[in-house]
């Protein structure tokens, strides 16, 4: 049976991995909600502005645009910004590079926990959740803004330790550590033998391989 330690690991670690699958179906929904904007002004452009009710409309028809001055250029800005925010936060998750986001974004270095991780993927969510999209950005949008929460709350619980606890190199330094100390501490009844049997024919415990050649 696991140690409890590597239960926390293993759920971290998970966590992890689905954050990074939901900023990826975000990052993805995102591109696909740009590119139908794109073409359902482009179809504004071309004839449906002749529409009155079109004209009348408060948003593009089929579109996330706003019909207003430079509603294009802020809905596509938008799209963008949560692109590259998807990415930054990415990389945060898989800590690379480490170097980088200490100095630059100390809230997603090392030596913050996941609470600010989690608020960002929560603002990312609700900000697609905000305009009426289809399933795919939909359910991404609700993924996300779920996984932000559960963040949040890993956050609260694991403070600081969080990125250090669920770090690969870290726990398998811890458990190279764990091991030696076990190896130099653990004494089975085969060896044990050997060092009294050792200590009869008078040879020191530390020479058994001598012992061994002498018989």
């Not at 270095?109 to 009426?132: E, K, N, R, T």
């Not at 359910?139 to 559960?150: A, D, K, N, P, Y």
């Not at 890993?154 to 726990?171: C, M, N, P, V, Y």
Request: glycine content about 8%; charged content about 15%.
């Amino acid at each position: 049976m696991l140690p409890a330690k590597a239960y926390v690991f293993i759920g971290l670690n998970a966590v992890r991995t689905v954050s990074i699958i939901a900023l990826l179906l975000v990052f993805s929904s995102s591109i696909l909600v740009m590119v139908d904007d794109i073409e359902a002004v482009n179809a504004f452009v071309d004839g449906g502005s002749n529409s009155s009710s079109t004209i009348n409309s408060d948003y593009i028809q089929n579109s996330t645009v706003p019909n207003q001055p430079a509603g294009v250029f802020w809905a596509v800005l938008n799209r963008l910004l949560i692109i590259a925010q998807t990415v930054v936060l990415i990389l945060s998750e898989l800590g690379w590079p480490a170097g980088f986001f200490d100095y630059y974004f100390p809230v997603l270095g090392s030596d913050f926990g996941l609470g600010a991780l989690g608020v960002m993927q929560c603002l990312i969510g609700a900000s697609v959740l905000s305009h009426f999209v289809k399933v795919f950005p939909l359910v991404s949008g609700f993924f996300l803004f779920s996984i932000g929460c559960l963040n949040m709350l890993i956050g609260l619980i694991f403070r600081e330790r969080a990125k250090s606890t669920r770090s690969i190199l870290s726990f398998r330094d811890r458990a190279d550590d764990m091991l030696s100390s076990l190896d130099k501490t653990k004494e089975t009844p085969f060896s044990k033998y050997r060092m009294d049997r050792d200590a009869e024919m008078g040879v020191g415990v530390k020479e058994p391989d001598t012992a061994h050649a002498r018989t």
